[in-house]
């Protein structure tokens, strides 16, 4: 092998692993984000007619959170959208399976000619990608033409468009003063409700108009789809004298996208009659009382009435000034009553009280017992507290015990002899805590009987 074959297998060599990465890279793109727009509709679009412009969000993986689309801004028309519902759609692009969202801008022109639809910059964040990504779409050029052959003015541009009415008397039959309203309704499909022109209702002699504010609705479907729009309108006359009346017919002109011709709905007009109202008949003299108000009115007030008056008003006074000290003399009561009631549950005739209670009722319990005798004795025993008593005391209690919980346990013989016993103890126990008079001795050098001086013990008496 020669020199020549040697330097060829080394330059094919440096060529395939200089391909290798780039043919890894051909295999394996990495998430894709496409982004298209186009109209829904091809052709032109209608002045006051509505169009959409369809964006397709495309990703070759799939999104984590829902992709951002701007607020979209062409002069010359009124943009709305896109909304938050958005269609599923999947597509096949080089071979390359893409799924994604298509949304919609809804496009009204206002006045014909070319409407630049500027390029759209969409954000998504797809999955396998550490970033968002963002793609944009193409700059769009739509045109607007008008109504070939409708009459001048505002024309509402539709699929199909549906109006009603209807009269509401808030009396019948009306009189004078009453009020009549004229509620009607317009449904246009394909057109938003913003763009349908409000009916013409002129003004009535002898009514006096009050037009509300509209209420525009959007139609959609159970999908939310954009089908149309609604406009209400609602208009009150108030009868200013008594005849007959007539609200003229309600001539609504529109011009049919599906057909390309001019349509017009007529709503007829409504006739009612308005009575005189009837004279106002107050229930007393105005006259007579303003004649009464011109005299001198004496008031009597009873005395009785004053001195009470004085009497609530002085107690108000008091309770108001003294309401600091009120609040805290009760306060003082409250805590009081509470020390008294604590001192009462920690005594001795509580305890007692309690003991009797149990006895009353035996349930192989002598809780009460045990703290009666730590509050009369200190005591924790029954043989502790009784160790001072006479034997016939002690021997009760030891009785009562061994009936209560000994081998031959008879219980109620036991309470029994513990019902007996309890009230010579506390006697017992009562005589044992109270307090030892101090005896009365004669003094050591008691007077003599004659008053003078002090006697000399006997033992030094001569």
């Known amino acids: 092998m020669n020199r020549l074959s040697i330097a060829l297998r080394w330059v094919l060599l440096l060529l395939s692993l200089s391909?290798?990465?780039?043919?890894?890279?051909?295999?394996?793109?990495?998430?894709?984000?496409?982004?298209?727009?186009?109209?829904?509709s091809p052709g032109d679009l209608m002045v006051g007619a509505t169009g959409a412009l369809q964006v397709d969000v495309l990703t070759s993986t799939w999104f984590t959170q829902p992709p951002e689309l701007p607020a979209l801004d062409i002069p010359g028309a009124l943009v709305s959208g896109p909304s938050g519902q958005a269609t599923i759609i999947r597509a096949t692009i080089d071979g390359v399976a893409y799924n994604g969202l298509r949304f919609a801008y809804l496009v009204s022109p206002a006045a014909a000619g070319a409407l630049r639809i500027p390029a759209i910059r969409v954000s998504a964040q797809v999955g396998q990608s550490a970033s968002p990504l963002a793609a944009q779409t193409q700059p769009l050029e739509v045109r607007a033409a008008g109504p070939p052959g409708a009459t001048t003015g505002r024309v509402l541009a539709a699929a199909s468009v549906e109006a009603t009415q209807e009269v509401q008397y808030s009396a019948r039959p009306p009189a004078v003063g009453d009020h009549v309203s004229r509620v009607i309704t317009q449904q246009a499909q394909g057109a938003q409700a913003m763009l349908i022109p409000p009916p013409a209702t002129p003004a009535v002699p002898g009514l006096k108009r009050y037009p509300s504010e509209p209420v525009l609705t959007q139609l959609s479907d159970s999908r939310g789809g954009f089908l149309g729009g609604q406009r209400v309108d609602r208009i009150d006359y108030v009868v200013e004298r008594a005849g007959a009346y007539e609200l003229p017919a309600v001539d609504i002109r529109w011009w049919n996208v599906a057909t390309n011709q001019e349509e017009h709905l007529v709503?007829?007009?409504?006739?009612?009659?308005?009575?005189?109202?009837?004279?106002?008949?107050?229930?007393?003299?105005?006259?007579?009382?303003?004649?009464?108000?011109?005299?001198?009115?004496?008031?009597?007030?009873?005395?009785?009435?004053?001195?009470?008056?004085?009497?609530?008003?002085?107690?108000?006074?008091?309770?108001?000034?003294?309401?600091?000290?009120?609040?805290?003399?009760?306060?003082?009561l409250l805590a009081r009553l509470a020390a008294r009631h604590?001192?009462?549950?920690?005594?001795?005739?509580?305890a007692a009280l309690a003991l009797r209670r149990e006895l009353a009722r035996p349930d192989n319990r002598l809780d009460a017992l045990y703290l009666w005798l730590r509050r009369s004795r200190r005591a924790v025993s029954l043989a502790q507290a009784?160790?001072?008593?006479?034997?016939?005391?002690?021997?009760?209690?030891?009785?009562?015990?061994?009936?209560?919980?000994?081998?031959?346990?008879?219980?109620?013989?036991?309470?029994?002899?513990?019902?007996?016993?309890?009230?010579?103890?506390?006697?017992?126990?009562?005589?044992?805590?109270?307090?030892?008079?101090?005896?009365?001795?004669?003094?050591?050098?008691?007077?003599?009987p004659d008053g003078g001086g002090h006697s000399a013990p006997t033992g030094d008496r001569q």
């Open 19 to 40: 391909a290798a990465p780039a043919a890894a890279q051909g295999a394996d793109p990495g998430p894709q984000l496409r982004v298209e727009a186009r109209m829904a």
């Open 267 to 332: 709503l007829p007009a409504q006739r009612f009659e308005a009575r005189a109202g009837a004279a106002y008949q107050a229930p007393f003299s105005v006259e007579q009382d303003l004649r009464d108000m011109g005299r001198q009115v004496q008031v009597r007030i009873p005395g009785g009435w004053l001195t009470l008056a004085a009497v609530a008003t002085v107690a108000a006074l008091v309770a108001w000034l003294g309401a600091p000290w009120w609040r805290r003399a009760r306060a003082w």
């Open 342 to 350: 604590s001192r009462w549950l920690a005594s001795e005739r509580h």
């Open 386 to 448: 009784t160790a001072g008593l006479s034997p016939a005391l002690r021997q009760a209690g030891a009785d009562a015990l061994r009936d209560c919980y000994g081998p031959q346990a008879d219980a109620p013989r036991g309470f029994r002899g513990l019902r007996q016993a309890v009230p010579q103890w506390r006697r017992a126990f009562l005589q044992a805590a109270a307090p030892v008079r101090a005896y009365r001795l004669l003094p050591l050098n008691p007077p003599a």
